[in-house]
């Protein structure tokens, strides 16, 4: 069955060569996504782990005793992360703690928070009132950011189905409905422009929405899979319904 859906396409060089560069290439875009989502558990967590660590302070606890206590205590990866980084570094100052604790995260986010930390420390600053001031400084900046993450995801993903998939199907269901194939029109050359047109436009719309998310660079590896998707749905779909 397979076999006989891609002879359909045998006039289709470039549908072909889309698909299967398409799927060969589509799992590179995989590991950006889900560093991405680690990062964000990461951030997500941040504020809590802030919280606890100024009522630890408060409680006459100092920074290491205080982030040691919490990285048992609390679950998450980035108390995971933490509790790691505390026993490899048990024979190190509590500045190195950070330096490489922010770098196992890998996050933007937790590198500042560390940074202020050492800074306040080497001033002397009252650490509890700093740290309930980050996490509430941080719990109000990732609510933004997820807020505007989701409204924008679900702009994107209307962008792509829009372009890439309705947009396609209906031009091929108006095609097929009149001007079938079967009923001797010959619209070869027609359908193949038409076909490269819906695909360059599935793109051009899987580039706006990686960029208006910030994650071009992810969406350009799935790009030559929508646009085979684009050109393979009209073209099957003119195929099915004008009985060509």
Do not use: C
């Amino acid at each position: 069955m397979f076999l006989r859906f891609l002879e359909a396409f045998n006039g289709e060089p470039l549908l072909l060569y889309l698909g299967v560069i398409g799927i060969a290439i589509a799992g590179g875009g995989i590991p950006p996504i889900i560093e991405r989502n680690r990062r964000r558990k990461i951030e997500n967590s941040l504020p809590g782990l802030l919280e606890s660590l100024a009522s630890s302070v408060g409680a006459g606890h100092g920074l290491q005793e205080a982030m040691m206590e919490q990285s048992k205590s609390a679950p998450g990866l980035l108390s995971e992360l933490l509790k790691e980084t505390l026993e490899e570094s048990h024979a190190s100052d509590i500045n190195s703690a950070l330096t490489s604790f922010s770098a196992k995260t890998r996050s933007s986010q937790v590198q500042r928070v560390m940074m202020l930390l050492e800074t306040a420390m080497e001033q002397d600053a009252p650490l509890q009132g700093i740290l309930e001031s980050l996490s509430h400084d941080y719990e109000r900046l990732n609510d933004l950011i997820n807020r505007r993450e989701n409204e924008l995801l679900g702009r994107g993903i209307l962008i792509i189905m829009f372009v890439s998939v309705g947009l396609p199907g209906l031009i091929a269901f108006i095609v097929g409905l009149f001007a079938p194939a079967s009923a001797g029109f010959k619209l070869d050359d027609f359908n193949a422009t038409f076909g490269t047109f819906f695909a360059a436009a599935s793109a051009v719309g899987v580039g706006v929405s990686g960029r208006m998310l910030g994650r071009l660079k992810s969406y350009l590896w799935f790009i030559p899979l929508w646009m085979a998707i684009s050109m393979g749905l009209y073209l099957g779909a003119v195929k099915v319904i004008g009985g060509g």
